[in-house]
T-cell receptor, first 114, second 112 residues
Framework: KAGVTQTPRYLIKTRGQQVTLSCSPISGHRSVSWYQQTPGQGLQFLFEYFSETQRNKGNFPGRFSGRQFSNSRSEMNVSTLELGDSALYLC?????????????FGPGTRLTVL | AQSVSQHNHHVILSEAASLELGCNYSYGGTVNLFWYVQYPGQHLQLLLKYFSGDPLVKGIKGFEAEFIKSKFSFNLRKPSVQWSDTAEYFCAVAEGRRALTFGSGTRLQVQP
C-alpha cells in the first residue's frame, strides 16, 4: 500500500507570493492533518480535515487555509508569504478523525521564502 | 492549552547504553500519549502509543514507555541502544478527538 505522498517536495517562493501544497493520503484514509515543522517552534498543528470538512484548527493566521476533496486528497494554501513561513510542511493521514487513529506522515514539502 | 515538554534536547550515548527520554504534559484530564521517531532522511513514524490500561507500553524496536498519571509524564526507555537508533524523538499528546500537540523533540546520537 502506497504511503502518504506530498507534492512538491521542495519549493522556493518570495515574500508576498502565495503557495499551494498537495497531500494524497493512504488509500482508504479519510482524515488528513497538516503540521508545520521549524527548528525553533517544532511541530505545530495547522488543521485537520475529515470528510471534506475542517474538524480541528491550530493557532495560525487566516493566511493559512486548506481544503479536502471527495477523494480525501487535501491541499494547503498560504497567501501573502512571509519569511517566517519557511518550514517543512507535513501532512498526515489516518482512517478517521481523532487521536485514537494512528497518523501516518508523509515526507513533507520544504518551503523556503526569500 | 495543552503543552508538552521534552527536557532533553540533545542526547549522546554509546552503543549498549540505556536510554530514558523525558516527556511531561500539562493537561490533567484524559489524554492519549504517543512517541514518534524521525530517522535521518525518513518520515515521522509511530514508535508506541498509550490510550488506557497497563501504563507500561511496548513499542517497536525494543522501545517502551511508562505513563505516570500523578507526574503527568510519559517517559521513553530502551535498555540498550544501537547505532541505528540515532534519530529525533517526539512525544505527543492529544485529548480525544483533538489534534496532537508535539514536544520540541530530542535528538539522540548513538556513537558506535
Amino acid at each position: 500500500k502506497a504511503g502518504v505522498t506530498q507534492t512538491p517536495r521542495y519549493l522556493i517562493k518570495t515574500r508576498g507570493q502565495q503557495v499551494t501544497l498537495s497531500c494524497s493520503p493512504i488509500s482508504g484514509h479519510r482524515s488528513v492533518s497538516w503540521y508545520q515543522q521549524t527548528p525553533g517552534q517544532g511541530l505545530q498543528f495547522l488543521f485537520e480535515y475529515f470528510s471534506e470538512t475542517q474538524r480541528n484548527k491550530g493557532n495560525f493566521p487566516g493566511r493559512f487555509s486548506g481544503r479536502q476533496f471527495s477523494n480525501s486528497r487535501s491541499e494547503m494554501n498560504v497567501s501573502t508569504l512571509e519569511l517566517g513561513d519557511s518550514a517543512l510542511y507535513l501532512c498526515a493521514s489516518s482512517l478517521a478523525q481523532g487521536s485514537y487513529n494512528e497518523q501516518f506522515f508523509g515526507p513533507g514539502t520544504r518551503l523556503t521564502v526569500l | 492549552a495543552q503543552s508538552v515538554s521534552q527536557h532533553n534536547h540533545h542526547v549522546i550515548l554509546s552503543e549498549a547504553a540505556s536510554l530514558e527520554l523525558g516527556c511531561n504534559y500539562s493537561y490533567g484530564g484524559t489524554v492519549n500519549l504517543f512517541w514518534y521517531v524521525q530517522y535521518p532522511g525518513q518520515h515521522l513514524q509511530l514508535l508506541l502509543k498509550y490510550f488506557s490500561g497497563d501504563p507500561l507500553v511496548k513499542g517497536i524496536k525494543g522501545f517502551e514507555a511508562e505513563f505516570i498519571k500523578s507526574k503527568f509524564s510519559f517517559n521513553l526507555r530502551k535498555p540498550s541502544v544501537q547505532w541505528s537508533d540515532t534519530a529525533e524523538y517526539f512525544c505527543a499528546v492529544a485529548e480525544g478527538r483533538r489534534a496532537l500537540t508535539f514536544g520540541s523533540g530530542t535528538r539522540l546520537q548513538v556513537q558506535p
